[in-house]
């Protein structure tokens, strides 16, 4: 689990990473931001991959896959990584 971010990337939250956007189907990973509270934030979603299912708010719908059920979560964009698929 993450503890503490990397020297350069202390201080303010990245306005760019806090507004970006999503559409439905956009393969995503979860990376968690130290710089933002998020309480209730299961550690054991980060570095989980999933899709954007659709948007509730500021934050986006997830679908991630766990073992053998499928399990939505709500997370912000910050926490989110946008990342490509490659189609075999």
Known sequence: MLTNKKLRSRGKISLTKYFQQFSEGDSVAIVRDLAVQSPGFPSRMQGRTGV???KRGESYVV???DFTREKTYIVKPIHLKKIEVTKK
């Open 52 to 54: 954007v299912i659709g």
């Open 63 to 65: 679908q991630i896959k």
